[in-house]
């Protein structure tokens, strides 16, 4: 089992991550990445409320949109949008750390449906299903050919992650740590699986 504290993917995936400035500024981090799943917690925090006091419902749906697209990154690969994701609230948001859960419902070549659950954690640890969401999520690349491995992350021109903005403008990206053409038979390696 990979030492989640050193899991080469999910710290790639961090980065990745971490070159969004609004995720910088809300101060998200992905906590978990592995095939079909990715979670991005924050701590909540009081210029995150809305005006009652509650986390206000836009930063639920940034955490619900990102890890829908990098859930399905682990199915489509790193070049992918979100194509659109509803979000249902079903209990105010309070407690110290928000989570956002993503696992890929289905995969096909082209196209993942994913759901999201949100969660808070008080200063316990006890969680608290604030929000659900469920989205679609398309993939951009030319597809491969049938039996024919990806080129990974080191082929001519090609960045470990290309990030890609999300069909409506937002800053929903997905990538996996591919590393294909650096395992032993180049044939689909996914770190962690």
Do not use: W
């Not at 899991?7 to 906590?31: C, H, I, M, N, Y």
């Not at 619900?64 to 509803?86: E, H, Q, R, Y």
């Not at 890929?104 to 659900?132: F, I, K, P, S």
């Amino acid at each position: 089992m990979t030492d989640p504290t050193t899991d080469p993917a999910r710290e790639l995936a961090g980065k990745v991550l971490d070159g969004q400035p609004f995720s910088r500024l809300l101060g998200a981090r992905v906590t978990a990445f592995r095939e079909g799943t990715a979670t991005l917690e924050l701590d909540i925090r009081e210029e995150l409320h809305q005006q009652n006091g509650f986390l206000h419902g836009g930063v639920l749906s940034y955490a619900a949109d990102n890890a829908i697209t990098f859930a399905a990154g682990t199915a489509l690969g790193p070049a992918v949008l979100t194509s659109g994701f509803s979000i249902q609230y079903v209990r105010p948001a309070t407690g110290r750390t928000l989570a956002a859960r993503a696992t890929v419902v289905h995969a096909g070549r082209r196209q993942a449906v994913v759901r999201c659950d949100l969660v808070t954690r008080d200063g316990e640890g006890a969680e608290t299903l604030c929000a659900v969401a469920q989205g679609t999520v398309l993939a951009t690349a030319p597809e491969r050919p049938a039996g024919t491995a990806s080129p990974g992350p080191h082929a001519a021109g090609d960045a470990p992650f290309a990030p890609a903005a999300d069909a409506h403008g937002g800053s929903g990206i997905a990538d996996r740590a591919v590393h294909d053409a650096d395992s032993a038979d180049g044939a689909g390696a996914v770190p962690g699986t």
